[in-house]
C-alpha cells in the first residue's frame, strides 16, 4: 500500500519560475519529511526536511509546506534554474526501531527550461 | 570524506544466476539500509541493519533477497535465482544513528 502519494510525476517550468511539487501521506505516526533531489546516475541525496510541528521551513530558494490536517506537504523551487533539473522524491519517515526507515514517494521529474 | 560507495556500478546478467551487490557505507555510520528503485516508481525499502542488532528483513520482496554486514561496515545484497522483475537500481544508504540518510551511486541490475 502506497502511504505517500507525489503529484505530479513530471514538471516542466522555464527559468525563473516557480516549481511546485506535491505530496499526501496517510500515517499519521511519519514525524518527519524530507526531500530529496536525484540526479541521472547518481544516488538521492537530502534537500530540505520539516518536522510536523512547523507549518513551513524555508532553505535558500527551496521552500516546504506543511499541513498537518490535511497531511499533505508540498516543496516550492523559487527562481527555478536549469540546474535544478531533476527528480526529485518526497519522503516521510518514522523511527523504527533505532532507525528510520524512508518512505518515498513516486517521484516527480522537473524540467527547468533555459 | 568518501561517501558511500557501491559495486559494481552496472550488472548483468541471466534469469536464474545468483548475483551479490556490495555496499561501503559512510565510516562510522552505525545504520545501513538497502532500497530499490524500480523504473517509474519510487524507492522501495528492502533491509536495514543498526549496529550489532539482528536487521529487520520486513522489505525484501522474497526468499531470494538477503543481505549480511560484516563487522558492522561492508555489506553485501544477495539476490539468488534472479527475475526479469528483479531488474532496477539497488541503493544503499547509511547514517549516523537516527540521522540523514546518504545514499551511494547505487548498482543498476539488468536481468535478461
Known amino acids: 500500500q502506497q502511504q505517500v502519494k507525489q503529484s505530479p510525476q513530471s514538471l516542466i517550468v522555464q527559468k525563473g519560475g516557480i516549481s511546485i511539487i506535491n505530496c499526501a501521506y496517510e500515517n499519521t505516526a511519519f514525524d518527519y519529511f524530507p526531500w530529496y533531489q536525484q540526479f541521472p546516475g547518481k544516488g538521492p541525496a537530502l534537500l530540505i526536511a520539516?518536522?510536523?510541528?512547523?507549518s513551513e521551513k524555508k532553505e535558500g530558494r527551496f521552500t516546504i509546506s506543511f499541513n498537518k490536517s490535511a497531511k499533505q506537504f508540498s516543496l516550492h523551487i523559487m527562481d527555478s534554474q536549469p540546474g535544478d533539473s531533476a527528480t526529485y522524491f518526497c519522503?516521510?519517515?518514522?523511527?523504527?526501531?533505532?532507525?528510520?526507515?524512508?518512505?518515498f514517494g513516486s517521484g516527480t521529474q522537473l524540467t527547468v527550461l533555459p | 570524506g568518501a561517501g558511500v560507495s557501491q559495486s559494481p556500478s552496472n550488472k548483468v546478467t541471466e534469469k536464474g544466476k545468483d548475483v551479490e551487490l556490495r555496499c561501503d557505507p559512510i565510516?562510522?555510520?552505525?545504520?545501513l539500509y538497502w532500497y530499490r528503485q524500480s523504473l517509474g516508481q519510487g524507492l522501495e525499502f528492502l533491509i536495514y541493519f543498526q549496529g550489532n542488532s539482528a536487521p529487520d528483513k520486513s522489505g525484501l520482496p522474497s526468499d531470494r533477497f538477503s543481505a549480511e554486514r560484516t563487522g558492522g561496515s561492508v555489506s553485501t545484497l544477495t539476490i539468488q535465482r534472479t527475475q526479469q522483475e528483479d531488474s532496477a537500481v539497488y541503493l544503499c544508504a547509511s547514517s549516523l544513528d537516527l540521522g540523514t540518510q546518504y545514499f551511494g551511486p547505487g548498482t543498476r541490475l539488468t536481468v535478461l
Open positions: 520539516i518536522r510536523p510541528d512547523v
Open positions: 519522503a516521510a519517515t518514522l523511527v523504527w526501531g533505532s532507525a528510520r526507515q524512508l518512505t
Open positions: 565510516s562510522g555510520h552505525t545504520a
